[in-house]
């Protein structure tokens, strides 16, 4: 098993790397929680995959279970659903002592950590990802949000889990369209941070390939997220290079009501239109634009759109929590494998759209 540490000022935890993970994950989550009762949050098609075989598995190490299970994608992650889960823990009669679980992708991640976070001031959560995005992203470093109607992520808080348990056997029951919304995030890492995976991702000749190198890619890009988090654990600096393609991406979703493109589709579109302006404008070195499309059309991901009302768009970016007083943060690239923040007055974004 690998097995990567976050290391912060005030907390240190563990992010573990097996095939097969799910299948002794009673005993493992026993060395780290030593009281009875656990909740689990899910969604409905990861439950169907997965809740059954987990409940049994934490009953045959002990372990007393509750569930709650929400409706799949983005719209779970609001004020309601979230009202719903703190009524279902006081319904269960957890403490601060007791274990949440959340079982699922980014949407599940994120509610739930948030809901660990701020139920009676703080109890205690473990991640166990089952999307490709949020094995290598949203279950680490400790992000925790909900939605609010003018926009993504603007309620939340940094709330780390005790640790993330990762099996990328789960990937398996996964949709092609979320495989590849989870390469959107690999590809991130790479253009920001990593050429050499950048390079070998062009270089898999089909989707068997791809899996069979799967806990390596996962792994690389765990290790680079560790090591930006631990420079940057509250995303006022370093931390901000993890949002290529995010500023224009998260407006993307909105635009379209969160129902055209998922996270990774809107993300691909946003790296690809804000490296083809940067370019434009001399900050990136020709051809990495080219590069970055070459990849997202290896991996099933659209990279140009045509937006109708910009202005729309332009709105989004306005609320943007990445947004400093007049100014904003945008993230462009040099080269491949080297990400930089940019800082640009808020009038200046429509040269990047």
């Known amino acids: 098993m690998k097995a990567l540490n976050i290391n912060l000022t005030h907390k240190t935890y563990p992010i573990y790397i097996e095939k097969g993970l799910m299948n002794s994950i009673g005993e493992e989550i026993k060395k780290i929680y030593a009281r009875k009762n656990i909740v689990i949050v899910s969604d409905k098609n990861v439950w169907r995959f997965y809740g059954d075989k987990l409940v049994e598995n934490l ?21 309601d659903v979230l009202l719903n889960i703190y009524n279902k823990l006081l319904d269960f009669g957890v403490t601060r002592g007791d274990l949440i679980i959340a079982l699922g992708g980014g949407v599940i991640g994120d509610l739930t950590g948030f809901a660990a976070a ?6 205690p959560f473990v991640q166990i990802p089952t999307s490709l995005l949020a094995q290598i992203d949203s279950s680490i470093g400790g992000k925790v949000a909900v939605d609010l109607n003018r926009g993504k992520n603007l309620v939340g808080n940094f709330y780390h889990p005790e640790a993330v348990f990762i099996d990328s056997d789960v990937l398996s029951t996964l949709d092609d369209r979320y495989l590849y919304d989870g390469m959107a995030e690999v590809i991130k890492y790479a253009c920001i941070r990593d050429e050499k995976l950048f390079y070998r991702l062009l270089s898999y000749n089909s989707k ?41 991406g998260h407006a993307i979703e909105k635009y379209f009501n969160f129902e055209k493109y998922t996270h990774g589709e809107a993300v691909a579109l946003g790296m690809y239109s804000i490296t083809k302006k ?10 990495v634009s080219e590069n970055i499309a070459k990849m997202l059309k290896k991996y099933n991901l659209q990279y140009e759109i045509d937006i109708e009302n910009k202005d729309t768009i332009l709105e989004a970016i306005g609320v943007d929590k ?28 429509n040269k990047f759209i």
Do not use: A, W
């Not at 045959?60 to 004020?79: L, M, Q, T």
């Not at 290790?223 to 420079?231: A, D, P």
């Not at 007083?325 to 009038?347: A, M, Q, S, Y």
């Open 208 to 248: 068997e390939e791809l899996i069979q190198n799967m806990d390596y890619i996962i792994e690389t890009c765990c290790n680079v997220k560790k090591e930006i988090v631990e420079r940057d654990e509250k995303d006022t600096g370093d931390r901000m290079i993890l949002n290529f393609g995010h500023t224009i």
């Open 118 to 123: 701020t139920f009676l001031r703080g109890i």
């Open 278 to 287: 940067s370019e434009e404008l001399g900050l990136t070195e020709k051809g």
């Open 322 to 349: 990445k947004n400093s007083g007049k100014f904003i943060n945008i993230i462009i690239l040099k080269k491949i494998g080297e990400g930089f923040i940019h800082k640009i007055e808020r009038e200046e974004i």
């Open 59 to 79: 009953n045959k190490s002990g372990f007393k279970v509750n569930k709650i299970v929400v409706e799949p994608g983005e719209k779970s992650k609001s004020f």
